[in-house]
């Protein structure tokens, strides 16, 4: 993702799904364009009626657009993400509004893991590992060597974005991890 210097960004989100359990986990930094404006933001939070987890990479205006509408949709098609991704997918490449926002999203239930990115597709990650934003690949590199070594999710996701805080400058180690399942 090429950083603008004059729009907010909030950076690094990784998703492992193993098992019966998923994790989603986010770094605290957000950047405007090489100054870190806040340490500690919350970029992984629960969706829905608590049934969802997504986390958001991007412009930190247009995600929360993101993560509004993506719960209207929600609310429209109750416990079916990946019916309600879809729907926002749609509105994303024909609103004129929406087709400007620049942000990705990782969103997970009890069933799917799904990618939904700046040009409204929705992917279905490969292993069930997905990683966006500015160290989002070095965290899915991490996430993936771990997956075969580590049961727990959490633990992967939170050692994977540690990984990622190592080597780029745009994650930090103020991570907050979410999960589904048991």
Known sequence: MQHSPDTIYGT??????KGNRVAIAGDGQVTLGQTVLKANARKVRRLGKGDVIG????????????????????????????????????DWRTDRYLRRLEAMMI??????????????DVLEPD?????????????????RALLDREEDPEAIVRRSLEIAADICVYTNRNIVVESIGS
Do not use: C, H, N, W
Request: aromatic letters at 6%; glycine letters at 14%; proline letters at 1%.
């Open 12 to 17: 690094t989100i990784v998703s492992v799904r």
């Open 55 to 90: 986390g958001f990479a991007g412009a930190t205006a247009d995600a929360f657009t993101l993560f509004e509408r993506l719960e209207a949709k929600l609310d429209q098609y109750p416990g079916q993400l990946q019916r309600a991704a879809v729907e926002l997918a749609k």
């Open 107 to 120: 969103v997970a239930d009890a069933s799917v893991s799904l990618v939904l990115t700046g040009t409204g």
């Open 127 to 143: 292993a069930g590992v997905a990683g966006i934003g500015s160290g989002g690949m070095f965290a899915l590199a991490a996430a």
